[in-house]
């Protein structure tokens, strides 16, 4: 994302957590639910936002029967969740090159 908002919440998860257990430390806290994405078309890499779908369902066999299949399918936002500025990568104007 181009804004500091997942730095921001995990610092003042930090802060709150360290008021109220006063002599602990040192803390170490991290978000989860973002990851660094790369857009092979301008071949920049930006942290962006996404959810994890995940599940299974049932899959037939080649020798008959049912067999359980895991899937996770990863959902990445446009936006950032908490302030709604929109990613820097879908912000850049595409184009493209033609030869003569």
Do not use: W
């Not at 998860?13 to 857009?39: C, H, K, W």
């Not at 959810?51 to 899959?59: K, L, N, P, S």
């Not at 299949?69 to 936006?79: E, I, L």
């Amino acid at each position: 994302m181009s804004c500091n908002c997942i730095s921001d919440a995990v610092k003042l998860v930090t802060d709150q957590i360290a008021e109220e257990a006063p002599g602990s430390g040192p803390f170490y806290m991290r978000a989860e639910g973002y990851n660094l994405s790369l857009n092979i078309e301008t071949g920049k890499a930006e942290r962006r936002f996404c959810v994890e779908v995940t599940g299974h369902y049932m899959a037939p066999k080649k020798i008959g029967g049912m067999k359980r299949v895991n899937k996770t399918v990863s959902v990445v936002a446009n936006y950032c969740p908490l302030c709604g500025v929109k990613s820097a990568v879908d912000r850049e104007e595409t184009t493209s090159a033609t030869s003569a």
